[in-house]
């Protein structure tokens, strides 16, 4: 069984940087696709950044701002997060599933494991 903890949220000013971390127990991160996803108030949970292997992906409202990463030794996905803007304020969540393909990796029902989320707030 997996068990992912998301730190690094907080509040931070627009234009700021934040660096999520999610730290997995259980098997290593080696085999899964992981990925990030947010929700913010009044809107549905949408995607935000996944990596498999070597394949990457990112939302188009965070693209060049966001970086997806692993380190397979620690067990540990990130999400480098600057030039923050007041829209990405959400909680996001961080998810993994052994066998997902990367044509679904942007479908949160595909994911099997999920953290527990944290609150990420840019004030403006």
């Known amino acids: 069984q997996v068990q992912l903890v998301e730190s690094g949220g907080g509040l931070v000013q627009a234009g700021g940087s934040l660096r999520l971390s999610c730290a997995a127990s259980?098997?290593?991160?080696?085999?899964?696709?992981l990925g990030w996803f947010r929700q913010a108030p009044g809107k549905e949970r949408e995607f935000v950044a996944a990596?498999?292997?070597?394949?990457?992906k990112y939302a188009d409202s965070v693209k060049g701002r966001f970086t997806i990463s692993r380190d397979n030794v620690k067990n540990t996905l990130y999400l480098q997060m600057n030039g923050l803007k007041p829209e990405d304020t959400a909680i996001y969540y961080c998810a993994a599933d052994p066998s997902i393909i990367f044509g679904l990796i942007t479908r949160s029902k595909e994911y099997d494991y999920w953290g527990q989320g944290i609150q990420v707030t840019v004030s403006s």
């Open positions: 990596i498999r292997r070597g394949d990457v």
């Open positions: 259980g098997p290593t991160f080696s085999r899964y696709a």
